[in-house]
Protein backbone atom coordinates (compact mmCIF):
# COMPACT_ATOMS: atom_id res chain seq x y z
CA UNK A 1 0.00 0.00 0.00
CA UNK A 2 1.03 3.56 -0.66
CA UNK A 3 1.49 5.46 2.80
CA UNK A 4 1.67 9.23 3.18
CA UNK A 5 4.49 10.54 5.40
CA UNK A 6 4.68 14.28 6.68
CA UNK A 7 8.86 14.62 7.72
CA UNK A 8 10.36 17.64 9.11
CA UNK A 9 13.00 18.70 6.86
CA UNK A 10 14.15 21.66 8.21
CA UNK A 11 12.80 23.83 11.15
CA UNK A 12 9.57 24.97 10.27
CA UNK A 13 9.46 23.51 7.28
CA UNK A 14 7.33 19.97 6.29
CA UNK A 15 7.11 17.88 3.42
CA UNK A 16 4.83 15.26 2.08
CA UNK A 17 7.09 11.76 1.22
CA UNK A 18 4.91 8.56 -0.43
CA UNK A 19 6.13 5.41 0.54
CA UNK A 20 5.45 1.70 -0.23
CA UNK A 21 4.31 0.26 2.72
CA UNK A 22 4.84 -3.44 3.01
CA UNK A 23 2.03 -5.35 5.07
CA UNK A 24 3.60 -7.80 7.65
CA UNK A 25 2.23 -10.50 9.56
CA UNK A 26 3.86 -9.13 12.95
CA UNK A 27 2.57 -5.69 12.29
CA UNK A 28 -0.74 -3.75 12.60
CA UNK A 29 -2.16 -0.77 10.15
CA UNK A 30 -3.09 1.91 12.82
CA UNK A 31 -4.88 5.11 11.43
CA UNK A 32 -3.90 8.16 13.88
CA UNK A 33 -6.91 10.06 15.24
CA UNK A 34 -5.18 12.02 17.93
CA UNK A 35 -1.76 13.33 18.57
CA UNK A 36 -0.22 15.38 20.99
CA UNK A 37 2.77 17.91 20.46
CA UNK A 38 5.80 17.24 22.90
CA UNK A 39 8.27 19.73 23.45
CA UNK A 40 10.82 17.53 22.11
CA UNK A 41 8.96 17.88 18.81
CA UNK A 42 8.82 21.48 19.50
CA UNK A 43 13.31 20.79 19.52
CA UNK A 44 12.73 19.15 16.03
CA UNK A 45 10.46 22.04 14.65
CA UNK A 46 11.85 25.36 16.68
CA UNK A 47 16.01 24.25 15.43
CA UNK A 48 16.70 24.11 18.91
CA UNK A 49 19.17 21.44 18.93
CA UNK A 50 22.80 21.14 17.59
CA UNK A 51 23.15 21.42 14.19
CA UNK A 52 25.14 18.02 14.24
CA UNK A 53 22.12 16.43 15.48
CA UNK A 54 19.47 18.57 12.71
CA UNK A 55 21.74 17.34 10.01
CA UNK A 56 21.99 13.57 11.56
CA UNK A 57 18.19 12.53 11.87
CA UNK A 58 16.42 15.33 9.38
CA UNK A 59 14.16 14.46 7.96
CA UNK A 60 12.37 12.99 10.45
CA UNK A 61 8.42 12.24 11.00
CA UNK A 62 7.62 14.32 14.60
CA UNK A 63 5.08 12.89 17.37
CA UNK A 64 5.18 9.91 19.68
CA UNK A 65 2.51 10.80 21.41
CA UNK A 66 -0.60 9.43 19.42
CA UNK A 67 -3.71 7.18 19.40
CA UNK A 68 -5.77 5.72 16.76
CA UNK A 69 -7.80 2.90 15.23
CA UNK A 70 -6.89 -0.01 13.87
CA UNK A 71 -7.00 -0.28 9.70
CA UNK A 72 -6.12 -3.93 9.39
CA UNK A 73 -4.60 -6.61 11.45
CA UNK A 74 -3.47 -10.23 9.22
CA UNK A 75 -3.98 -12.25 12.31
CA UNK A 76 -7.25 -10.63 13.00
CA UNK A 77 -6.62 -10.44 16.66
CA UNK A 78 -7.51 -6.85 16.84
CA UNK A 79 -10.66 -5.31 15.14
CA UNK A 80 -10.85 -3.09 12.03
CA UNK A 81 -12.17 0.29 14.26
CA UNK A 82 -10.67 -0.77 17.52
CA UNK A 83 -9.30 1.93 19.10
CA UNK A 84 -5.73 1.63 20.65
CA UNK A 85 -2.76 3.82 21.90
CA UNK A 86 0.37 4.18 20.22
CA UNK A 87 3.52 2.82 22.32
CA UNK A 88 6.85 4.99 20.83
CA UNK A 89 9.28 2.72 22.30
CA UNK A 90 10.30 -0.54 20.36
CA UNK A 91 12.53 -2.48 21.83
CA UNK A 92 15.02 -4.91 19.83
CA UNK A 93 16.56 -7.19 22.50
CA UNK A 94 15.32 -9.09 25.62
CA UNK A 95 16.98 -8.10 28.69
CA UNK A 96 15.84 -9.69 32.33
CA UNK A 97 17.30 -6.83 34.36
CA UNK A 98 16.98 -3.40 32.17
CA UNK A 99 13.65 -2.01 31.06
CA UNK A 100 12.71 -1.82 27.49
CA UNK A 101 13.24 2.08 27.90
CA UNK A 102 16.62 2.41 28.75
CA UNK A 103 18.32 -0.43 26.24
CA UNK A 104 20.52 1.71 23.82
CA UNK A 105 19.75 -0.41 20.91
CA UNK A 106 15.71 0.18 21.21
CA UNK A 107 14.39 2.18 18.44
CA UNK A 108 12.58 5.56 19.71
CA UNK A 109 9.81 6.92 17.98
CA UNK A 110 10.03 10.81 16.28
CA UNK A 111 13.99 10.22 17.56
CA UNK A 112 15.80 7.20 16.13
CA UNK A 113 12.82 6.22 13.61
CA UNK A 114 10.04 7.88 12.42
CA UNK A 115 7.11 9.21 14.49
CA UNK A 116 3.15 8.90 14.08
CA UNK A 117 2.71 12.16 11.92
CA UNK A 118 1.69 9.92 8.45
CA UNK A 119 -1.45 8.66 7.17
CA UNK A 120 -1.01 5.05 8.39
CA UNK A 121 1.40 3.29 10.96
CA UNK A 122 2.73 0.31 10.35
CA UNK A 123 3.59 -0.55 13.88
CA UNK A 124 4.63 -3.71 15.52
CA UNK A 125 1.41 -5.76 17.51
CA UNK A 126 3.28 -5.64 21.13
CA UNK A 127 3.40 -2.15 20.71
CA UNK A 128 -0.15 -1.13 20.79
CA UNK A 129 -3.05 -1.18 23.41
CA UNK A 130 -6.15 -1.00 23.02
CA UNK A 131 -8.21 2.01 25.12
CA UNK A 132 -11.80 1.08 25.31
CA UNK A 133 -13.43 3.94 27.87
CA UNK A 134 -11.05 6.44 27.17
CA UNK A 135 -11.97 9.46 25.28
CA UNK A 136 -9.44 9.69 22.20
CA UNK A 137 -8.64 13.13 22.84
CA UNK A 138 -7.48 12.10 26.35
CA UNK A 139 -5.61 9.22 25.26
CA UNK A 140 -3.52 11.23 23.41
CA UNK A 141 -2.12 11.84 26.74
CA UNK A 142 -0.89 8.53 27.57
CA UNK A 143 2.36 8.63 26.78
CA UNK A 144 3.13 11.05 29.30
CA UNK A 145 0.76 9.73 31.96
CA UNK A 146 3.26 6.36 31.59
CA UNK A 147 6.49 8.43 31.58
CA UNK A 148 5.30 10.08 34.76
CA UNK A 149 4.25 6.09 35.73
CA UNK A 150 7.95 4.81 35.30
CA UNK A 151 9.60 7.32 37.29
CA UNK A 152 7.35 6.76 39.91
CA UNK A 153 7.31 3.38 39.73
CA UNK A 154 11.53 3.70 40.22
CA UNK A 155 10.75 6.16 42.95
CA UNK A 156 8.64 3.09 44.56
CA UNK A 157 11.96 1.08 44.37
CA UNK A 158 14.73 3.30 45.40
CA UNK A 159 12.97 5.50 48.32
CA UNK A 160 12.65 5.29 51.83
CA UNK A 161 9.37 4.88 53.85
CA UNK A 162 9.07 8.24 55.25
CA UNK A 163 7.21 10.02 52.73
CA UNK A 164 5.28 12.72 54.24
CA UNK A 165 5.94 15.27 52.10
CA UNK A 166 7.16 14.71 48.22
CA UNK A 167 7.33 18.11 46.56
CA UNK A 168 7.04 18.57 42.71
CA UNK A 169 9.01 21.31 41.02
CA UNK A 170 7.73 22.45 37.55
CA UNK A 171 4.54 23.38 36.81
CA UNK A 172 3.94 22.52 33.29
CA UNK A 173 2.84 18.99 31.42
CA UNK A 174 4.97 16.70 33.27
CA UNK A 175 4.61 18.52 36.83
CA UNK A 176 0.86 18.39 36.61
CA UNK A 177 0.95 14.45 35.32
CA UNK A 178 3.54 13.43 37.95
CA UNK A 179 1.62 15.53 40.76
CA UNK A 180 -2.01 14.27 39.62
CA UNK A 181 -0.54 10.33 39.71
CA UNK A 182 1.60 11.13 42.56
CA UNK A 183 -1.09 12.07 44.45
CA UNK A 184 -3.34 8.96 43.15
CA UNK A 185 0.13 6.57 44.44
CA UNK A 186 0.76 8.14 47.61
CA UNK A 187 -3.10 9.28 48.95
CA UNK A 188 -1.71 9.79 52.41
CA UNK A 189 1.13 12.11 51.47
CA UNK A 190 1.58 15.87 51.19
CA UNK A 191 1.64 16.98 47.72
CA UNK A 192 3.40 19.91 47.18
CA UNK A 193 4.06 22.06 43.67
CA UNK A 194 6.27 24.55 42.87
CA UNK A 195 6.35 26.35 40.09
CA UNK A 196 7.20 30.07 38.75
CA UNK A 197 3.19 31.31 37.30
CA UNK A 198 0.74 31.41 39.53
CA UNK A 199 -1.89 31.23 36.81
CA UNK A 200 -0.66 27.73 36.30
CA UNK A 201 -0.48 26.81 39.43
CA UNK A 202 -4.15 27.35 40.10
CA UNK A 203 -4.59 24.39 37.75
CA UNK A 204 -2.93 21.70 40.49
CA UNK A 205 -6.79 21.38 42.62
CA UNK A 206 -5.98 17.68 43.14
CA UNK A 207 -2.73 18.71 45.00
CA UNK A 208 -2.23 19.29 49.07
CA UNK A 209 -0.77 22.69 48.20
CA UNK A 210 1.29 24.76 45.45
CA UNK A 211 4.30 27.52 46.12
CA UNK A 212 5.99 29.63 44.04
CA UNK A 213 9.83 29.01 43.87
CA UNK A 214 10.59 32.84 44.69
CA UNK A 215 8.47 32.58 47.90
CA UNK A 216 9.68 29.44 49.80
CA UNK A 217 9.92 29.91 53.61
CA UNK A 218 13.93 29.31 54.57
CA UNK A 219 12.21 26.52 56.82
CA UNK A 220 10.66 24.64 54.14
CA UNK A 221 11.41 20.72 54.15
CA UNK A 222 10.20 18.11 51.63
CA UNK A 223 11.26 14.13 51.93
CA UNK A 224 11.61 13.54 48.16
CA UNK A 225 11.26 15.07 45.01
CA UNK A 226 10.39 14.92 41.49
CA UNK A 227 12.35 17.59 38.82
CA UNK A 228 9.81 18.34 36.21
CA UNK A 229 11.11 21.47 34.95
CA UNK A 230 13.77 20.32 32.13
CA UNK A 231 16.15 22.80 30.09
CA UNK A 232 18.92 25.37 31.69
CA UNK A 233 15.95 25.96 34.49
CA UNK A 234 16.50 22.13 35.95
CA UNK A 235 19.77 23.76 37.45
CA UNK A 236 18.48 26.12 39.47
CA UNK A 237 15.58 23.73 40.52
CA UNK A 238 17.60 20.65 41.54
CA UNK A 239 20.05 23.25 43.26
CA UNK A 240 16.66 24.20 45.20
CA UNK A 241 15.56 20.40 45.73
CA UNK A 242 18.60 19.93 47.04
CA UNK A 243 18.49 22.98 49.98
CA UNK A 244 15.24 21.69 50.43
CA UNK A 245 14.99 17.85 50.88
CA UNK A 246 15.66 16.17 54.14
CA UNK A 247 18.37 13.63 54.38
CA UNK A 248 18.70 10.45 52.72
CA UNK A 249 15.40 11.88 50.05
CA UNK A 250 14.83 10.96 46.73
CA UNK A 251 15.36 13.32 43.88
CA UNK A 252 13.68 11.94 40.73
CA UNK A 253 15.07 13.79 37.63
CA UNK A 254 12.28 13.84 34.82
CA UNK A 255 13.59 17.21 32.91
CA UNK A 256 15.44 16.93 29.42
CA UNK A 257 18.11 19.57 29.19
CA UNK A 258 20.38 20.30 26.17
CA UNK A 259 23.11 21.27 27.66
CA UNK A 260 24.93 19.68 31.46
CA UNK A 261 23.78 21.42 34.28
CA UNK A 262 25.88 22.25 37.85
CA UNK A 263 24.84 20.05 40.74
CA UNK A 264 26.36 20.74 44.13
CA UNK A 265 27.96 16.75 44.90
CA UNK A 266 29.00 18.24 47.82
CA UNK A 267 25.30 18.62 49.58
CA UNK A 268 24.38 15.37 48.10
CA UNK A 269 27.18 13.49 49.58
CA UNK A 270 26.97 15.12 52.91
CA UNK A 271 22.80 14.78 53.36
CA UNK A 272 23.17 11.08 51.43
CA UNK A 273 20.75 11.53 48.91
CA UNK A 274 19.85 9.23 46.17
CA UNK A 275 19.46 10.74 42.21
CA UNK A 276 17.44 9.12 39.67
CA UNK A 277 17.80 9.71 35.70
CA UNK A 278 14.30 9.20 34.77
CA UNK A 279 12.68 9.17 30.94
CA UNK A 280 10.15 7.52 28.36
CA UNK A 281 8.48 4.41 29.29
CA UNK A 282 7.54 1.01 28.59
CA UNK A 283 4.90 -1.30 27.44
CA UNK A 284 4.02 -2.36 31.34
CA UNK A 285 4.28 1.55 32.08
CA UNK A 286 1.13 2.21 29.32
CA UNK A 287 -0.81 -0.65 30.73
CA UNK A 288 -1.04 1.26 33.84
CA UNK A 289 -1.92 4.17 32.43
CA UNK A 290 -4.66 2.64 30.52
CA UNK A 291 -5.81 0.87 33.71
CA UNK A 292 -5.83 4.12 35.56
CA UNK A 293 -7.67 6.09 32.75
CA UNK A 294 -10.59 4.19 33.14
CA UNK A 295 -11.41 6.49 35.92
CA UNK A 296 -12.87 9.33 34.95
CA UNK A 297 -12.43 11.50 37.18
CA UNK A 298 -8.37 11.18 36.00
CA UNK A 299 -9.69 11.93 32.58
CA UNK A 300 -11.38 15.15 33.64
CA UNK A 301 -8.51 16.22 35.46
CA UNK A 302 -6.16 15.53 31.95
CA UNK A 303 -8.35 16.95 29.97
CA UNK A 304 -8.18 20.56 31.96
CA UNK A 305 -4.70 20.59 30.40
CA UNK A 306 -5.47 20.51 26.91
CA UNK A 307 -5.16 24.18 25.75
CA UNK A 308 -6.37 23.18 22.17
CA UNK A 309 -7.12 20.78 19.96
CA UNK A 310 -6.42 22.07 16.18
CA UNK A 311 -7.99 20.74 13.10
CA UNK A 312 -4.91 19.44 10.79
CA UNK A 313 -6.71 18.82 7.14
CA UNK A 314 -3.55 20.30 4.94
CA UNK A 315 -0.25 19.67 6.06
CA UNK A 316 0.01 23.81 6.54
CA UNK A 317 -2.42 22.89 9.45
CA UNK A 318 0.36 21.02 11.46
CA UNK A 319 2.47 23.97 10.85
CA UNK A 320 0.05 25.95 12.74
CA UNK A 321 -0.20 23.53 15.61
CA UNK A 322 3.41 23.81 16.30
CA UNK A 323 3.06 27.87 16.14
CA UNK A 324 0.05 27.76 18.57
CA UNK A 325 1.92 25.12 20.73
CA UNK A 326 4.52 27.68 21.80
CA UNK A 327 2.03 30.33 23.28
CA UNK A 328 -0.21 27.49 25.05
CA UNK A 329 0.37 26.61 28.74
CA UNK A 330 -0.36 23.07 28.68
CA UNK A 331 -0.97 20.67 26.40
CA UNK A 332 -1.50 21.37 21.79
CA UNK A 333 -3.82 17.86 20.18
CA UNK A 334 -3.49 17.61 17.12
CA UNK A 335 -7.20 16.18 15.46
CA UNK A 336 -5.57 14.08 12.64
CA UNK A 337 -8.09 14.45 9.38
CA UNK A 338 -5.16 14.30 6.44
Avoid at 23 to 44: F, G, H
Avoid at 152 to 166: M, P, T, V, W
Avoid at 253 to 274: C, F, H, Y
Wanted: aromatic share 8%; glycine share 6%; proline share 3%.
Amino acid sequence: MINEIIKLIAPKRFQTFFVEEEIKEENVMVRPTYLSICAADQRYYQGLRKKEILDKKLPLTLIHEAVGEVLYDPKGKFKTGEKVVMIPNTPMSEDEIIKENYRRDSKFRSSSVDGFLQNVVAIRRDRIIPIRNIKEEVGSLLELASVSINAIESFLQNCHEKRDIIGVWGCGNVGYITALLLKIYFSNSKIIVLGTRQEKLNYFSFVDDTKLISQLDADFKVDHAFECVGGQKSESAVEQIIDCINPQGTISLMGVSEEPIAINTRMVLEKGLKLIGDSRSGYEDFEKAVELLQDETIQDYLFNIISETIQVNQINDIQEAFEHDVTNDFKTVIKWNL
